[in-house]
């Protein structure tokens, strides 16, 4: 199983980007997929999850401007980013709660994509 997360970039403050990420490999199901970020220095925090079919949550520096969405028939998670300030640059991971076939339930990360964001 592997994540495959893009879309990171440099962006000016108040701008928009859009992350993506995909979940590939014999994967019997996915239970929750979201998107967490890690600033220079500081913790990874969650930023945005969605558990499948259900109602997403978000950290409360990012809501009213981000937005989380799947397609469940792609095993994708979306990321929408907008107004974006600059205490959002960092790396951002895509995250997924999943269970391949044949294993037990996983959690799994993606490579990580840089997010900056020039005041």
């Known amino acids: 199983v592997q994540l495959q997360a893009s879309g990171g970039g440099l962006v000016q403050a108040g701008g928009s980007l859009r992350l993506s990420c995909v979940a590939s490999?014999?994967?019997?199901?996915?239970?929750?997929m979201g998107w967490y970020r890690q600033a220079p220095g500081k913790q990874r925090e969650l930023v945005a999850d969605?558990?499948?079919?259900?109602?997403?949550k978000y950290a409360d520096s990012v809501k009213g401007r981000f937005t989380i969405a799947r397609d469940n028939a792609k095993n994708t998670v979306y990321l929408q980013m907008n107004s974006l300030k600059h205490e959002d640059t960092a790396v951002y991971y895509c995250?997924?709660?999943?269970?391949?076939?044949?294993?037990?339930?996983?959690?799994?990360w993606g490579q990580g994509t840089q997010v900056t964001v020039s005041s």
């Open positions: 969605m558990v499948t079919y259900g109602s997403p």
């Open positions: 490999g014999n994967i019997f199901s996915i239970n929750h």
């Open positions: 995250n997924a709660d999943l269970i391949p076939f044949g294993f037990r339930e996983g959690v799994y």
